[in-house]
């Protein structure tokens, strides 16, 4: 069901609210009695960052007539925004309260002042304002005369309160100021001379437009026809009474939290359709899912959607539809660090609404939605991507599991699982098969055991060998593995290396095939020296006798080693040698994650001569002698 708003508590006030205007209201002031104010430097300033100072602004705020109002507020780091500042002037004195420290007390001080019918309440452009009034403090206006709603009667050229300021009170304001950080405390002297200036001279352009406005008549004002309605019998002023009447359907409107529609992204884009340009249906898509992933990702955070990803920026994506990551930061100017650490989620998105435009052709031809059910591949929201977002080789979405083929081949050939296709739906399959029911399920399995009990029966035949010399042949595999992996520790320079750091691939997933020829290979290596030891290896062996090599030691004959993981070892060159000391022996650069060989070759060896084998794992580097 539909959330109802509640109603608005000053209705009933302000439908009456035609009726209680006084004659000063409706009547223009005469042109000698208005006065310009003083100068801001020459009219008594109060800031209010206390309870008993806010108390004292209270009384003196409800023996006014009219007074002027506005706010400061932040909302680039903030999803809904909070008000920082209000800015309060009568004729005499402006006032600033520091609403961040009083905000609790903001609402029951100052509320009945502002809902005072008998108080005018004067604001320019005060769309935004009543809306942060009431979910920042509870206030709501009543009485209420806008001078941006009577520039747009007066047709001036612009309905700035910038423009206004200079056109009647010659105050140029300073423009860096528009888009200041008001969270920031202490205030400079420069941002508080700009926020009392936004109501210092308010009052005053209040008189100067009702004098204007005075002089228009009911001719002027065809395009306000309907405001005219709730004008006085009587009343020889329609303008003003135009303007009072747009003010107070300003003053019935309610705040609303901003939700997120499926359809929201279109009103965004037809704004800026006319200036961008017009999206195809596919980047329309892309649009909507860009626009999606940024409000998730806005309301997680408490951040805005301009500071997430500007709508420019969302919109040149859109063009381009990136299909990489060095795309897709080429298409991004403002890298803010929220952004470019989601750069794979936000990109996930992108990929996935250029394969579906189904948000797209919703908004596009509604008329044309069919009511049957889609069979293809179900559509990822942003909202989901954000749960769900997995850079794995298996990825889970809304029930459906996908699967490599391979992975799926592997577990057909063990007879022991059963495997029910229907139940997987691979990524590039477009039809989503129905679920099997128990009755197929039963059948199922009954042709499986059939299977099972007619291939026992072949291998019984052939002469196969049964379960039980399957098992002792297991064994003895795994006896085989262990024999390995204990003539590897012994290979292994012990207290100075790793075996996860230097072993390029566990023992145990070394094929038979590849153990038998290393076994062949090392038996041959024992009947001759190898061809890739130098000259002084030779001659030590030569002159002292080698022991018999075993048989775990000659699977992992090092040179066989060298030959076979790898062409990074590469032996000093004689220009390399000339450069150090005779002592030195040839320098062997090994990568990360390679055993080295060279190690288990000068063990044991005896010489007067030394040689350094110099290790480069990582960021670390490290030199291990042995002796020779």
Known sequence: QASVSPPHPLRDVLERLPETYSSVQLSAPKEEDVKKPLPIEQVELMYVDTVEELEQVARLLEAEKEIAVDLEAHNYRSFQGFCCLMQLSTRNVDIIVDVLLLRNHVGRLLGPVFADPNIVKVLHGSRSDIGWLQRDFGIYLCNLFDTGEAAKILKYGSNGLAFLLEKHCGFKADKKWQLADWRIRPLQTQAIHYARADTHFLLYCYDVLRIELSRLSKEDLADVGEALLSCPMGSSTPGICAVLEQSRKLCLSLYEKELFTPESFYDLYKRMEGKSGVLSEKQLSVFAAVYAWRDTLSRQLDESPGYILPRGQMFHIACKMP?????????????????MSRVDELLYCINKATKDTSAARAVLHPVQKSTTVAQDEPAVSARDALNTFDMGMTMTFKGFQATSSSSLGSMKKRKHVRIVE?????????????????????????????????????????????????????????????QDEDSLEKHLPHGTLDEQDFLPLPVSQLSKKRRKEDQ?????????????????????????????????????????????????????????????????????????????????LLEGKSSSKRSAVQVRSGNRSSTYARRR
Do not use: W
Not at 531 to 560: C, G, I, Y
């Open 422 to 482: 229907s139940t997987f739906a691979v990524e590039s399959s477009k039809n989503i098969p129905a679920e099997p029911t128990i009755e197929k399920e039963q059948e199922e399995a009954k042709v499986v055991e059939e299977e099972e009990k007619s291939a026992e029966e072949k291998s019984k035949a052939d002469g196969q060998p049964d379960e039980e010399e399957k098992g002792l042949q297991e064994e003895e595999e795994q006896e085989e593995r262990q």
């Open 520 to 600: 062949k290979t090392s038996n041959k290596s024992n009947r001759r020296p190898s061809s890739t030891t130098n000259k002084r290896h030779k001659k030590t062996d030569s002159a002292q006798p080698q022991e018999d090599a075993s048989p775990q030691q000659a699977a992992f004959d090092p040179d066989k080693a060298l030959h076979k993981y790898g062409k990074a070892y590469r032996p000093a060159k004689k220009k390399d040698r000339k450069r150090g000391s005779k002592d030195k022996g040839g320098e062997f650069e090994i990568p990360t994650g390679m055993f080295n060989p060279h190690q288990g």
């Open 323 to 339: 299909s990489s990551k060095r795309e897709l930061e080429m298409c991004l100017k403002s890298k803010s660090r929220v952004l």
